[in-house]
């Protein structure tokens, strides 16, 4: 019984993941869905990120939480506009669902945004199973965590298309074996795209920049033809 | 539907853990419930751990992962009897429940057992709805995580009787504010004991050993009668 409701509820999450996707690609905003594990710098990362776009390149937000309002409150200050799930109103989901992102994205001027950004909420194993209608799928691993979790937190590293190896200004403290942490990474994952960063010095991010506004473009040309100068 | 079934999987796992208590109360077993995210360090502190308890204090451990039974492998390593569930063949599942428990608890000769250590699932959410039977819980909260981790996650740390900030170490290298973090831990559960803890350097593991081996002598005491000596 309870396996049937499951697979119930993913089915819905698969319809109106389909609805998101649809009405995204309409507007041609390139989306991340962004997962990780609590305090891996995903927020932090997101920070830099959008002083680096804005305005250039309009972005949104939007950010799960079980509780507070925290992430959304440091994100809202880069000006982009943010909007706020907290599960813990929802019995305390342990990820984000297409439902609830649609809903969301209604309280955002889609016309306006090139590249919306989804915040899951820090778990390395429930969100994997949602999809949310996104275009590609991060995980953020800090190199404080350690080299195991790809291997440990399989599903998500498989599922997702590119990895952000965060806090390497820590390296020099550590044991972190980089090279093994890569190994497992394409042992998972041998298409996995990995950015090394510091969200702290900001070491790395001009290539994850780089990267993400190349997407935007591309996402931009699939879905409203190929427009020059953009 | 599914609320229903979520509250008879409840319902049947309080079932399970009062059996596994009253198990573990008959032979005197003092238990723990460890949970944390990924990474925080909760094989490295078991390790050092079980290397100063044993022999003197006979200790076990069950270990859950979704994938891979490396922590149980490193564990192993100490001489205590250690048993890895991998929830990975059970649908992937995010946390322990307590029949699971009960059936890895089965496989360990109780009798010579005097602390049984659960090493939950990486996985600062699900796992706290989950009783398993223990005598207390404790989250291991690491200083790279964030301060803020007590307040976006407050009911696994409403629910800890401890916390173990670990990878003090790394202070110097951070700009975590311990006595913000430390606030935050009390403005969500004011009688939460705390262990400043590195299970690198093994900084503040004195602290943390001489309170276990007392909770470990008053669960004798409490369940077997005051034994002399003991």
């Given at each position: 019984m309870e396996i049937k409701v499951v697979r119930k509820v993913l089915a819905v999450n698969e319809r109106m993941a389909a609805e998101n996707r649809k009405l995204f690609s309409n507007k041609g905003i390139f989306v991340l869905n962004l997962m990780s594990s609590p305090g891996s710098g995903k927020t932090a990362i997101l920070e830099k990120t959008l002083a680096r776009l804005l305005p250039k390149v309009p972005a949104a937000v939007i950010v799960g939480d079980v509780y507070t309002t925290r992430d959304a409150d440091r994100l809202a200050r880069s000006g982009a506009p943010v909007v706020q799930i907290t599960t813990g109103d929802f019995g305390g989901t342990c990820h984000l669902a297409a439902h609830v992102v649609g809903e969301a994205a209604a309280?955002?001027?889609?016309?306006?945004?090139?590249v919306l950004f989804i915040e899951n909420?820090?778990?390395?194993?429930?969100?994997?199973?949602?999809?949310?209608?996104?275009d590609v799928r991060g995980v953020v691993l800090s190199v404080?965590?350690?080299?195991?979790k790809p291997l440990k937190y399989a599903c998500i590293f498989r599922s997702c298309?590119?990895?952000?190896?965060?806090?390497?200004?820590?390296l020099p403290h550590l044991t972190f074996n980089k090279e093994e942490a890569i190994a497992n990474i394409r042992a998972i994952n041998p298409n996995m795209q990995i950015f090394e960063t510091?969200?702290?010095?900001?070491?790395?991010l001009d290539v994850w920049i780089a990267w993400l506004e190349e997407q935007v473009r591309a996402k931009r040309c699939r879905t409203r033809g190929a427009l020059a100068n953009d």
């Amino acid at each position: 019984m309870e396996i049937k409701v499951v697979r119930k509820v993913l089915a819905v999450n698969e319809r109106m993941a389909a609805e998101n996707r649809k009405l995204f690609s309409n507007k041609g905003i390139f989306v991340l869905n962004l997962m990780s594990s609590p305090g891996s710098g995903k927020t932090a990362i997101l920070e830099k990120t959008l002083a680096r776009l804005l305005p250039k390149v309009p972005a949104a937000v939007i950010v799960g939480d079980v509780y507070t309002t925290r992430d959304a409150d440091r994100l809202a200050r880069s000006g982009a506009p943010v909007v706020q799930i907290t599960t813990g109103d929802f019995g305390g989901t342990c990820h984000l669902a297409a439902h609830v992102v649609g809903e969301a994205a209604a309280g955002i001027n889609l016309d306006a945004v090139a590249v919306l950004f989804i915040e899951n909420i820090g778990n390395l194993i429930c969100p994997g199973g949602y999809d949310l209608g996104e275009d590609v799928r991060g995980v953020v691993l800090s190199v404080t965590e350690g080299e195991d979790k790809p291997l440990k937190y399989a599903c998500i590293f498989r599922s997702c298309d590119f990895t952000v190896l965060n806090k390497v200004d820590l390296l020099p403290h550590l044991t972190f074996n980089k090279e093994e942490a890569i190994a497992n990474i394409r042992a998972i994952n041998p298409n996995m795209q990995i950015f090394e960063t510091s969200a702290m010095t900001g070491q790395g991010l001009d290539v994850w920049i780089a990267w993400l506004e190349e997407q935007v473009r591309a996402k931009r040309c699939r879905t409203r033809g190929a427009l020059a100068n953009d």
